[in-house]
C-alpha cells in the first residue's frame, strides 16, 4: 500500500490524524505529515481517514480493494486500486 497527499490541497482539517494516527501527524496549525507506505495492518484505518478527508487530498495506491462495508472504492473517495 502507498500514500499520496496532495498537500496543495491538504486544508488541514486533521481527520485523517484523528482517524490512523500511527500514519498521519500534524505539525502546527497546517503541516500535514505521514508515512507514504504504512503497514498492511493499518489498512483499514487509512482507508477510513482517506475517505473523511473533506477535500478529498489522501489517495491510496496498491490495493485490491472493495471500499469499506463491501462498497467499490472510487477515486472521488480518495482511495485507488493502481499500483
Known amino acids: 500500500m502507498r500514500l499520496v497527499v496532495d498537500l496543495n490541497r491538504c486544508q488541514g482539517y486533521a481527520q485523517c490524524a484523528f482517524l490512523a494516527p500511527d ?12 508515512d507514504p507506505q504504512p503497514h498492511d495492518s493499518l489498512r483499514e484505518h487509512v482507508l477510513r481517514a482517506a475517505e473523511a478527508c473533506p477535500v478529498k487530498a489522501i489517495t491510496v495506491e496498491g490495493l485490491d480493494v472493495a471500499g469499506l462495508n463491501g462498497a467499490p472504492a472510487t477515486a ?3 482511495v485507488s486500486g493502481v499500483a
Request: proline residues 0%; negative net charge; without cysteine.
Open 76 to 78: 472521488e473517495a480518495g
Open 23 to 34: 500514519v498521519f501527524t500534524m505539525h502546527g496549525d497546517e503541516a500535514l505529515m505521514y
